[in-house]
Structures are given as C-alpha cells and as structure tokens.
C-alpha cells in the first residue's frame, strides 16, 4: 500500500518530465514505468527524505537522455502510415488533448521547445519540477553561481519565445 501511495504521489511529475525530454506519450509512460522500477530496486540509496524527490528527477533525467541517446544512434527504419494504426487509439479522454486544448500551455510548450537544451533543462528541473538551485547544481555538477546565471538566461530567452511565438515585439 505503501508503495501504491508512493506511485500515485510522484507518477504525474515524472511522466510530465519524461514528457519534456521525449516529446512522445507513450515514450514517457515507458520511462516512468522504468523509473519506478528504479526507485523500487534502489531505494535504499536515498539519503533521507528531503532528497527523494531530487533523487528521483535524477533518475528521470538520466533515463530520459540514455532514451534520447540509444534513440538518436538507431533510428526507426521507417515510420507506419497514420491511416493504418486508427484502431490502436484510445477511445478515452487523452490527457495530453486535454492539455494541448489551453491555448496558454501550449504556447508556453511551443516556446519550450524552442530555447537551447540547458535552458529549456533548467527552466523545467526549476520551474516546472520545483527544485531548488542547490539541487539544480548537484544533479548537473555546475557550480551553483552559473545554474543561477543559467536559470536568469532561460527565463529571459523563454519570454523572448513566447512574445516571438504570441506575435508580439520583443523589447
């Protein structure tokens, strides 16, 4: 039961993060699964409560980009046509229309997607998993004064994308 809690508590974070770092759903559910799979295995390794949340983005993270690195040295051979995988949809309320149907999320997903990798990295690991710089810096090994001059320079180029994607003039 423990665990279940534990599962259901953190499940919606770490598949929002491997959402970020894949781009597809069905990658990140693949990556959660492994991720709590990892957490179970190891959780011995936590040391203390205060770091088990920044030890589970850890492993989010390093999982992802391991996905994003065995993705990049085999490419798909090819790609299925759409019109041939109608009847593996879902026929359920798809979470991720749901989030895509705001206007305001997806803008600020478009610009995102859009900023440099360890701007968009630390505008997610901030401020959309909560860490603080001190984590941030230990989980990327950068000292703490350049994340705080990174995370300065990813809010700024974030705005930037989201005036240029909404259409407004950047000052």
């Known amino acids: ?10 499940q919606g974070r770490i598949l929002g993060l ?6 597809n759903r069905e990658e990140a559910r693949d990556l959660a699964q492994e991720v709590f799979i990892r957490v179970y295995r190891n959780i011995h390794l936590c040391k203390g409560a205060e770091m088990f949340m920044p ?23 090819s790609d299925v046509p759409v019109d041939e995988m109608g009847d593996l949809a879902d026929p359920g309320r798809d979470p991720e229309a749901e989030w895509m149907a705001n206007s305001r999320k997806r803008l600020i997903f478009r610009a995102l997607q859009e900023l440099t ?10 401020e959309i998993q909560g860490l603080t710089l001190e984590e941030i810096s ?8 350049t994340v ?15 005036l240029i994607l909404s259409g407004q003039q950047v000052a």
Do not use: C, F
């Not at 990798?117 to 901030?126: A, S, Y």
């Open 117 to 126: 990798d360890i701007n968009r990295e630390i505008v997610l690991l901030k």
């Open 18 to 23: 491997a959402y970020h770092y894949t781009g």
């Open 55 to 77: 030890w589970v983005i850890r492993i989010a993270r390093n999982l992802s980009i391991d996905q994003q690195r065995r993705k990049a040295a085999r490419p798909t051979a």
């Open 1 to 10: 039961m423990a665990w279940e809690a534990l599962v259901r508590q953190y």
């Open 138 to 145: 230990s989980l990327l090994k950068v000292p703490l004064g």
């Open 148 to 162: 705080k001059s990174r995370a300065n320079r990813a809010r700024i180029e974030l705005a930037e994308k989201v």
